[in-house]
């Protein structure tokens, strides 16, 4: 189900200055920038920064990690049938990527993205 380890995304207060700190660390700039999220390609992996919500605090405990699927859909509605719950609903978050997130049995969070368009660096 898995195809592996996609990204990682750190909740921030504020998203310009981490978008600044983070170009700073990487020594490069974002490869997506919009308002509501912010994403560097990291090796082949994504490092994301998206804005404290209800649902994800900001500071320690504030990232979520996403695995990357084929079928964002399917892979959702599968970890729902085997006892996960939902956390947050299947989004496209642009062009074709599709993001999920479900606490586990456990009470951990488990995201899946679905991004076509993001490939390995080999």
């Known amino acids: 189900m898995f195809q592996g380890l996609r ?9 310009e ?11 490069k700039g974002p490869y ?3 308002p509501y999220y912010v994403g560097f390609n ?6 994301g ?6 649902n994800n605090k900001a500071g320690s405990g504030g990232v979520s990690v996403y695995w990357g699927v084929a079928d964002a859909k399917e892979t959702f509605q599968k970890l729902l049938e085997i006892g996960a ?3 947050e609903d299947i989004t ?3 062009g074709n990527i599709l993001i999920a997130s479900v606490i ?8 899946i993205i679905e991004n076509p368009d993001f490939k390995l660096e080999n």
């Open 7 to 15: 990204t990682c995304i750190y909740y921030v207060d504020d998203l």
């Open 17 to 27: 200055k981490a978008k600044e700190w983070y170009t700073k660390v990487l020594g």
């Open 32 to 34: 997506f920038d919009q």
């Open 42 to 47: 990291v090796g082949g992996y994504e490092l």
């Open 49 to 54: 920064l998206h804005p404290k919500d209800k």
């Open 85 to 87: 719950t939902l956390h």
């Open 92 to 94: 496209n978050v642009g």
């Open 104 to 111: 586990d049995p456990f009470g951990n969070i488990l995201g």
